[in-house]
């Protein structure tokens, strides 16, 4: 398994503004994710984030919106950029361990945006 | 394409009665399935997962699931409900042949009535 922290736990921001979320992994992981939960529903896929090299976006999600950095094989953060209201979700990270089929989840980021 | 179906977004239950939570997939190749829990405010914690290896899977706190190809499904269940088991489930589907990208249900909201 993974421990994983993020950072901040919570955030209240203005509209417009930006918001830089961090991501800890207690061990070294090729593979990391980015994750929306937005209010009462379930999960979707930002980007993954594989250290040396670029994010991979799903449908939907754009690097000017949420630019992505990976500079080691124990952190990364995903910006959310010139938040609307829309924007407030919960934002998670996880990593995959080498050969474990299994993702585990850091405890997320809850972010209003006013 | 991995898809991943959830019969029921809120469920209850009586404490002490059985627990069962729905969720058929679809995979064009052999999958993996996961069930996590997501407690308030709080992040994804891994209850179990199916890898290929037996096809009744135990997990924590008392939860298994059974993989059951010919039904396509992975229902998740409980003998006898606790309070504590309040929470949101989700069933997760992925494949190795996709990096192991996750496929999330829509969730379901378990209730626990005293």
């Known amino acids: 398994s993974a421990v994983i922290s993020q950072k901040p736990s919570r955030d209240i921001c203005q509209r417009g503004t930006s918001l830089t979320i961090q991501c800890q992994v207690d061990?070294?992981?090729?593979?990391m994710f980015w994750y929306r939960q937005q209010p009462g529903q379930s999960l979707t896929l930002i980007a993954t984030?594989?250290?040396?090299?670029?994010?991979?976006?799903e449908s939907g999600f754009v690097i000017d919106k949420f630019p992505i950095s990976r500079p080691n094989l124990t952190f990364s953060t995903l910006t959310v950029s010139n938040m609307s209201p829309e924007d407030s979700s919960i934002y998670l990270c996880?990593?995959?361990?080498?050969?474990?089929?299994?993702?585990?989840f850091g405890p997320g980021t809850r972010l209003l945006v006013l | 394409a991995q898809s991943v179906t959830q019969l029921g977004s809120h469920v209850s239950v009586s404490e002490g009665a059985l627990v069962l939570l729905r969720c058929n997939y679809s995979?064009?190749?052999?999958?993996?399935l996961f069930w996590y829990v997501q407690y308030p405010n709080q992040g994804l914690q891994l209850l179990l997962k199916?890898?290929?290896?037996?096809?009744l899977v135990k997990g924590i706190n008392g939860f298994e699931a059974e993989f059951k190809k010919s039904e396509t499904s992975f229902h998740l269940t409980k003998p006898s409900a606790h309070m504590s088991d309040a929470a949101e489930y989700f069933c997760?589907?992925?494949?190795?042949?996709?990096?192991?990208?996750?496929?999330f249900g829509t969730g379901t909201s378990l209730t626990v009535i005293p």
């Open positions: 996880s990593v995959e361990p080498g050969q474990q089929e299994t993702q585990y």
């Open positions: 061990s070294q992981v090729t593979m």
């Open positions: 984030a594989n250290q040396g090299s670029e994010a991979t976006y």
């Open positions: 995979s064009s190749v052999p999958p993996y």
């Open positions: 199916y890898t290929s290896a037996a096809t």
């Open positions: 997760v589907v992925s494949d190795q042949w996709t990096g192991n990208q996750f496929y």
